[in-house]
């Protein structure tokens, strides 16, 4: 029988293990995990080299810096970085997120303007601040104090394509007063939705750590100050050293309702596959879509959110809500140990 003496001394037994928790060493070489690592599909450059990073005795973290750098540099890719899409007014914003799964720590930036990479500055807010999270100006003023500079992240293409938008304008993110009884009926979001498109970045390294970045320029034509889901740690990414991470692209208002990316390294902890718990968020996210103009005729959201995820035994997986917004079969980066390639994700609606 418990006695009530002995249930508080196995409840004091608890709490001593629970204050003191598994430790890796950041510089100990403890076992040698074999790397893993996955991003989304615009991620095959960032994967190969936060690998490389990984194999020559590097931290996860800042192998999947490295990784992302390569993207927020890329004046090609319209959703991170230099040469993002810019907000209603012409100027691109930028949002970005670390997480350390070791000393589960994390930083982020918000709303920042000029500095092409967002996920250094989010590194260094973690680092050399006693903050999380630093926005807009505050942001800036910040980057600077470090040396970055600043530059013009507009790129003639990315003007053409905003201006383009502008000319049209048919869709914007003002609503009229909420109605009751239409729940917004009266003001569809087209099917095809604004870009959304980020990158993120999750790495097992070889002590067996994990942490993950997310960085992005946000919802193309967004209302400046816009903040999405990226830079918001449990909602664009998650890590626990002792679980796994997740992270996510996509409609970022979604996952900021859902703390989806929490949520997802919660259902593995409860046992989940990472390709399950990428699927469990995506049912979460639909059950939980009651505006009407939010979703199509047969109830299911009208918009996308893709997640990716990976576990402390080096399984991966990757799934979002459906494959039918006209984007072709969703695809997601990994590396499994051997190689690294582009692998279609699961999705919770089919075509
Ligand atoms: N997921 C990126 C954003 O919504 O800003």
Redesign the pocket.
Known sequence: MTTRRSFLKQAGAVAVTAAFPKQVLPNTLVTETIPIAVSSANGVAAVSKAIEMIRGGKDALEAVIAGVNIVEDDPNDNSVGYGGLPNEDGVVEL?AAVMHGPTHRAGAVASLRNIKNPSKVARLVMERTDHVLLVGEGALRFAKAHGFKEEDLLTDSSREIWLRWKEKRTDDDWLPEYDEKTRGIGRLIESHPRQ?G?IHCSALDLRGNISCVTT?S??SFKIPGRV???PIIGA?LYVDNEVGSAG??????A?LVNCSSVMVVEFMRQGKSPEQACLEICKRIADHNKMARLRMDDGRPNFNVKFYALNKKGEFGAACITNDLKEGEPMYTAHDGKTTKLRPMAYLYKK
């Open positions: 949002d959304t980020t992005t946000g919802l999405g889901d990226s664009g996510s692209t996509g409609r970022g208002e996952n």
